[in-house]
């Protein structure tokens, strides 16, 4: 398949208003954290009693996974009924790709429905900013995730999540709270379009340090010039950092030997109890799943205290809520709204 090389001026209209969402790098600093407040609004709603919201009645929505996905397929769909719209989702494996039909072609035969906004994965990094060149005007394109590229939903449910924990709470966060944090991604850097997600957001936010720390095998080759210390040992890199964000290893797109053994990757990058207990008290772990028990960490610290993994999992239908609502032209409900957060 040819893709296109990413253009981030591609998802702003002439505005400056988001039209689709295709990486975190470039987005403008208000505009990013517009998208956490009104992911905070939509938050709010959710945790109340009715959880649901007519705004996007009458809409649709297409679901278009080429990969697979438990968290952000199912978060995506669930976000777009809470708002009210119709979702479809493509089962891409019984659909008529698998005859061959090309990407433009399904795009174009899914817009022939009037759908209002294509929620896409894809293994190969440039998909989704190949269906934003070639939409309809007024159809949206989100990205879910294409190879290597970029997860610009997970970057900002990991940023709503760190800000909720260390800016402030519900209701009243503060953006500030980046510019004293060390951030630590530990892991399988080179394959993760996570890491160069929420890379861009934390740079974006202002954040104090944001170091990654893998074996020289996982890092990619001038990774530094994102703005990022680079650490081969996890001693060091975990040192006085007060959020941890774990990297799955991704065995699916290893074509190579990157590493000596998954048993070896534990013992040296994995994060135990006994690592734990030496971070920070306050220090927050995260991953954006699935995980890979007892490779990158420990089942019992994948669901301790000191984890927010699952704070994540809900917090990704609030902020696909949000991305949602804001393209469509459809925001939250004015009684939801906290006063804009401290910036
Ligand atoms: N974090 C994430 O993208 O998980 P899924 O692959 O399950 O969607």
Redesign the pocket.
Known sequence: MKTTEPNPGLQLDARGRLCHLLTLDGLPRELLIDILDEAEAHDKVLRGQDKKQGTLSGRTIVNLFFE??????TTFELAAKRLSADVLNLQVSASSTSKGETLFDTLKTLEAMQADMFVVRHEASGAAHFFAEHAAPGVAILNA?DGRHA?PT?GLLDLFTIRRYKGGGVGGPSNDCFKKLTVAIVGDVLHSR?ARSDIHGLRILGTKEIRVVAPPTLVPAGIEAMGVKVFHELESGLDGADVVILLRLQKERMMGAFLPSLAEFHRDFGLTRARLAKLKPEAIVMH???INRGVEIEGDVAYGPRSLILNQVSHGIAVRMAVMSMILGAPAPAEARSPRSRR
């Open positions: 697979p996905s438990t968290r952000t397929r995730g997860h997970q996570v954006p799943g699935p």
